[in-house]
């Protein structure tokens, strides 16, 4: 099918690794593992190649589908026993007697398959230069009624062709489908003023099919030269054309497919002085094309606003009505506009679709209570082609990423890190060479706002990871309907709906918590409304769950206690996410049965006063949150048997004379650890020194005071005692009351530091020694004390690029900024 690698295919390959590994786990099936394997990869080639609307095909896909969904929970036991060293003969000889079932469905399958499909004899490309490809309805006749509210983004973009220093000019225009790139570069292409500045005008559209020959052939036939020039001569009659004439070269729609020609294209061929005074323009949706081409300038088109959007949907709804005839039109026509965003596209598409009925205000009032994208794509299906396009070019890992939104509320503000946690939970994600999953999570959700498919709604300052995102009511409208093909959730008018084949769920106050039972496959429950929704012992039925996530929830410590018993029968969990719980005052004994688990969030749990010691079991764990529990005196003794730890919030320390709580001494035993948030009080014993500083992969270290019990002097002493590695790249100081920071704060002991963050404290002065810092972001907040002059400390600081600065009245020279920010 079209999308069928969507989730398949990442599944498949979660298989087939799991695969390779187990077969000792397994009796009575091993001599099969080999051909199950080649049968597997034949299938998905199978599937992969076709597009076949065949009811059988499509019957057997969504089984195939479900069979690996079932294969990937037997394997995940099979790995979980591995990991505790659990070969029980009776576990063996079931799960052999279960792969023995799949095995036989399985080619039941690849026998119907076989009979209507042919395996592709070079593999399978869902990605080939034989995909469909959408024709784009723009055309190289450019109207003025397209052009509303774009002006300033022409005019922005004259600037930059028109200005003197003569030199070959690289222009992005990047932005999701619909936002009116194509029509600002047609502006562009047919102003007078641009049109006397070069000797020859060229117009590419490329499109996701990318050939190079097609992409040559039509600069060259466009400049006049002979049509019959052969292909291995089109680059050098090109690169002539430039050297002798300047030219604009418009490239309409580069996608990331042929990036690497791109990149040699503009950087290598194009390279000198002999091709100055011509100028590229590219619209892309993707902003790492733009940055791989090295563009000099960067245009990002925004959304229309009201006014604006209203005069665009106007033009095209009434293109012969006269302004007065439109008042009983404006308020139900007003209400249609506001669903589209300011997306220009979807504007003209809806307001063409208006524009083609009758002008009956009863018409409109019914299309206006029907609103929805699918209404767009019956009659004219231009916005959703467009999106669909920018799907159908995702690769497989993206695709899932992005089908998880569609759990989320419209206009729903999603924190990154619980979005990433799920992803990495359901094994939607993993690591890459030195790269966790955590920050290959990130890198994930980077490449879909590059993309234009998610906005970003937050960011942190300094390097612009993102904090908080949402989706664009359009571009969520295309997961909904993708997730539901995908059968991984369903929907109607009223919002998602519980199936027997749902596989993600977003929780919401209305929803009936027994229905529960009736989604046995459910691999993700995530609460996505404020309200309090009802929970039941069903959810222990949930045998397949992977990720649960009933943050900020408002059970009380009886409710809780219930809560967590139910979950301990989860024993595939592997993401649980309870962050704020007003009530939970204990974590029980039973957490030990979760034996998958791989993250565990308690944050900001204020009554949270106990935690078992058997926690220290999960030895899958990689992420631990226990930060701002302020009730939870320490953590327990045996933190350090979680090797493969990679993030640990909320460190706290007794005296060594307490067995019960953890020692400093047992980080040592926590190499993976690239991220550690610890709180030190007066209890906290730092006697074992350099601890930290043997933890060769940490990047992030956090320290908080207790500032009630603890004097300036001790703190200082403290710190002495907690060198982080040269390697690491962030650190933050919370409540730090000496005057001097700790020697070790130094550009020699910290070379790759690039983010410093000092808040609440009675610091004097930050020092740089004999060499500069590297720092490429600052943030100092409530230092009343600190003494400096900001032409100074730039001096010292030659790379920074961003800072907060607020509370720090003896900081001289800072420039006025509000509120208190400053950017290089």
Not at 794 to 811: D, F, N
Request: glycine share 6%; charged share 25%.
């Amino acid at each position: 099918m079209a999308s069928v690698d969507a989730l398949i295919s990442p599944l498949v390959d979660r298989v087939l690794t799991i695969l390779t590994s187990q077969a000792q786990y397994v009796l009575g099936f091993s001599y099969q593992f080999e051909a199950m394997q080649a049968m597997v990869r034949r299938i998905r080639a199978l599937l992969g190649d076709s597009d076949n609307s065949n009811e059988e095909i499509v019957e057997t896909t969504a089984k195939f589908r479900d069979l690996m969904y079932e294969a990937d929970d037997i394997l995940t036991d099979c790995l979980i026993r591995e990991e505790y060293h659990d070969n029980n003969i009776v576990f063996r000889y079931k799960t052999g007697r279960k792969m023995n079932s799949i095995y036989k469905r399985m080619k039941e399958m690849d026998d119907i398959l076989g009979g209507h499909l042919k395996e592709p004899s070079g593999g399978s490309s869902s990605h080939g230069d034989d995909t469909e490809q959408f024709t784009r309805t723009t055309t190289k006749d450019c109207h003025e009624a397209d052009i509303v509210g774009l002006e300033n983004d022409v005019k922005k973009i004259k600037g930059w062709i028109l200005r003197t220093d003569n030199k070959l000019l690289k222009i992005g225009i990047v932005g999701m489908g619909g936002l009116g790139k194509t029509t600002i570069a047609k502006k562009i292409f047919n102003d007078t003023d641009v049109r006397y500045h070069f000797n020859q005008k060229i117009w590419v559209s490329v499109s996701s099919s990318f050939r190079v020959e097609v992409i040559l052939r039509s600069i060259l036939q466009q400049s006049g030269e002979e049509s019959a020039v052969v292909q291995s001569e089109m680059l050098h009659k090109v690169v002539s054309l430039l050297k002798a004439k300047t030219c604009l070269i418009i490239f309409d729609d580069i996608w990331e497919k042929g990036i690497d020609w791109w990149k040699n294209f503009f950087s290598s061929d194009l390279a000198g002085s002999a091709c100055s005074g011509s100028c590229f323009i590219i619209t892309t949706r993707n902003k790492e094309v733009a940055d791989a081409i090295k563009a000099n300038e960067t245009h990002h088109p925004k959304v229309l606003d009201d006014k604006k959007s209203w005069l665009l949907f106007s033009k095209h709804a009434f293109p012969e009505v006269k302004e007065e005839s439109l008042e009983k039109f404006k308020e139900v026509g007003k209400k249609i506009v506001s669903e589209c965003g300011g997306l220009p596209l979807a504007i003209k598409t809806i307001g063409g679709l208006l524009g083609s009925k009758p002008h009956s205000l009863q018409e409109w009032k019914k299309i206006c209570d029907n609103f929805s994208v699918l209404d767009i794509t019956e009659e004219n299906s231009v916005v959703m082609k467009s999106l669909q396009l920018s799907y159908d070019a995702l690769p497989p890992h993206l695709k899932q990423c992005l089908l998880c939104f569609s759990i989320y509320p419209e206009d729903f503000d999603i924190q990154a890190e619980k979005l990433i946690h799920w992803w990495i939970g359901e094994g939607l994600i993993h690591g890459k060479d030195s790269e966790t999953t955590f920050e290959m999570g990130f890198k994930h959700l980077s490449m879909l706002v590059s993309r234009c498919l998610v906005e970003v709604v937050d960011t942190r300052g300094y390097d612009g990871r993102v904090y908080s995102c949402k989706m664009h009511d359009l571009v969520r409208d295309l997961t909904l309907a993708m997730a539901g093909k995908e059968k991984v959730c369903s929907f109607d008018e009223e919002g998602q709906k519980l199936t027997s084949d749902s596989r993600w769920l977003g929780f919401t106050s209305e929803m009936d918590a027994q229905s529960l039972n009736k989604t046995p496959k459910l691999r993700a429950l995530l609460q996505t409304t404020n309200n309090q929704a009802q929970l039941h012992s069903n959810l222990g039925s949930l045998c397949s769950l992977r990720a649960l996530d009933l943050s900020s929830n408002k059970l009380d410590n009886v409710a809780l206690k219930k809560l967590l018993r139910w979950i301990s029968s989860l024993e595939r969990l592997a993401y649980l996410n309870l962050s704020g719980s007003k009530g939970l005052e204990e974590v029980p004994d039973s957490i030990s049965k979760l034996r998958n688990l791989q993250i565990l969030v308690l944050s900001g749990c204020r009554k949270l006063s106990k935690l078992s010691p058997s926690i220290t079991y999960l030895k899958r764990l990689i992420i631990l949150d226990l930060s701002s529990c302020d009730k939870l005196p320490y953590l327990p003794h045996g933190l350090g048997s979680l090797s493969q730890l990679q993030q640990l919030s909320g460190l706290r320390l007794a005296s060594q004379s307490n067995r019960k709580s953890c020692q400093l001494l047992e980080l040592g035993k926590l190499g993976e650890l690239r991220i550690l948030r610890m709180h030190l009080s007066k209890d906290s014993d730092i006697t074992s020194s350099d601890v930290l500083s043997k933890l060769k992969k940490l990047k992030v270290l956090a320290i908080d005071f207790d500032t009630e019990k603890l004097d300036g002097k001790y703190m200082q002493e403290m710190l002495e005692q907690l060198p982080p590695p040269q390697g690491l790249e962030e650190l933050y100081l919370r409540r730090y009351h000496h005057d001097t920071l700790p020697k070790w704060v130094i550009p020699d002991s910290l070379p790759h530091l690039a983010y410093l963050c000092i808040e609440d404290g009675g610091l004097f002065d930050i020092r740089a020694g004999e060499i500069t810092w590297n720092l490429e972001g600052l943030c100092l907040k409530l230092l009343p004390y600190l003494k400096k002059d900001w032409n100074i400390l730039t001096k010292e600081m030659p790379l920074l690029r961003y800072a907060e600065v607020s509370g720090c009245s003896q900081i001289d020279n800072f420039p006025k900024a509000d509120p208190g920010i400053w950017r290089a």
